[in-house]
């Protein structure tokens, strides 16, 4: 299993916002705002549910990609910039389709709008390292 799809499993059985997966897709989407590889392991391993773990997820801007349908869009434009989509929410689920002018529409659905949205774009992103 690749990274990605190892990405998209976890997030695919997530019940809500994760900031560790947060960190995760910022390194995906914007691995240059990390000053090396170091720290974005230090980002991505780090397990701490306290203040400080907040504070310097904060501090470097991850946003809330799996919290917020508006960081989840931003993950979307920023990886994905030529795809469109859409998303929608029922009760306790949301979910999302997203394409590319000539090509197939990626689904996802997840226990969120912003989930589900997020789910779509890495199994895009998986879609692509399989072809």
Not at 8 to 26: C, N, Q, S, T, Y
């Amino acid at each position: 299993m690749t990274a990605l799809a190892d990405l998209l499993a976890r997030v695919e059985k997530m019940a809500g916002p994760d900031r560790e997966i947060d960190a995760a897709l910022h390194a995906l989407a914007r691995p240059d705002d990390f000053d090396d590889a170091d720290e974005a392991d230090w980002y991505l391993n780090f397990r701490g549910a306290n203040n400080a773990s907040r504070y310097h997820f904060d501090l470097i801007g991850i946003p809330r990609y799996t919290g917020t349908v508006d960081g989840a869009l931003r993950f979307c434009k920023t990886v994905l910039p030529q795809h469109v989509g859409r998303i929608g929410f029922g009760a306790g689920n949301g979910e999302a389709q997203i394409w590319r002018l000539s090509e197939m529409p990626v689904n996802a659905v997840g226990h969120s709008p912003a989930l589900a949205l997020v789910a779509a774009v890495l199994k895009a992103l998986v879609a692509k390292e399989v072809t």
